[in-house]
């Protein structure tokens, strides 16, 4: 079983950067695809960005292109969330995942992290 953990979440003010951070257990890291999704408290997890085995393809919510960043670092066992110019709605509790495979929906996703704060103020 592959184990997540996130960190990095905080409180920032719109316009302010934050770079979340994942680290996984395992030798077994680079043969998992790697997905980020965040939950706003009443709403359900939506996806934000994921990342192929290798890290040569990317996909991102269109709520978040142009801003957010994902990449990774097999060497490290780590996937990242760069993300810029945060909105207030950006508020959410940030989760980190691993798939078999790309994909957007939760159900692709095997392994989830305990999750890390985002809060964004106004």
């Known amino acids: 079983q592959v184990q997540l953990v996130e960190s990095g979440g905080g409180l920032v003010q719109a316009g302010d950067s934050l770079r979340l951070s994942c680290a996984a257990s395992?030798?077994?890291?680079?043969?998992?695809?790697m997905g980020w999704f965040r939950q706003a408290p009443g709403k359900e997890r939506d996806f934000v960005a994921a990342i192929s085995y290798r890290g040569g393809r990317t996909i991102y919510a269109d709520s978040v292109k142009g801003r957010f960043t994902i990449s990774r670092d097999n060497a490290k066992n780590t996937v990242y969330l760069q993300m810029n110019s945060l909105k207030p709605e950006d508020t959410a509790i940030y989760y980190c995942a691993a798939s078999m495979a790309v994909g957007r929906t939760t159900s692709a996703y095997d392994y989830w992290g305990q999750g890390t704060q985002v809060t964004v103020s106004s």
């Open positions: 395992g030798r077994t890291f680079s043969s998992y695809a």
